[in-house]
Nanobody, 123 residues
Framework: VQLQASGGGLVQAGGSLKLSCASS????????VGWFRQAPGKEREFVAV????????YYRESVKSRFTISRDNTGNTVFLQMHVLRPEDTAVYYC?????????????????WGQGTQVTVSS
């Protein structure tokens, strides 16, 4: 599984961005897919996960009601729609695949990672 994250950029506080995570090679529709982020000098942290069934979604508390994770119809691309962005959302955002059955928020449980896309929110 090779993941390609894209869609990052520079946006003012209150703005929106939509990140995409596309897989080349194996289709990821049957896997749990998560988004994580890492700000300079900080640990990588969980943002959102969409499980393999599409029925279970979990978000980091600070992004609930602002971010939405979803898949396209093929299941091979996963999106993270981000609204009402805040300066504290600034980070490199990564998508990752977990081949386990139960979706997880733990970084170490994910098997494949994309290269990351920079999101910068100015105040």
């Amino acid at each position: 599984v090779q993941l390609q994250a894209s869609g990052g950029g520079l946006v003012q506080a209150g703005g929106s961005l939509k990140l995409s995570c596309a897989s080349s090679g194996r289709n990821i529709r049957t896997y749990n897919v998560g988004w994580f982020r890492q700000a300079p000098g900080k640990e990588r942290e969980f943002v959102a996960v969409l499980d393999w069934s599409g029925r279970n979604i979990y978000y980091r508390e600070s992004v609930k009601s602002r971010f939405t994770i979803s898949r396209d119809n093929t299941g091979n691309t996963v999106f993270l729609q981000m609204h009402v962005l805040r300066p504290e959302d600034t980070a490199v955002y990564y998508c990752a695949v977990d081949t386990g059955y139960v979706p997880t928020v733990q970084v170490e449980e994910y098997d494949y990672w994309g290269q990351g896309t920079q999101v910068t929110v100015s105040s």
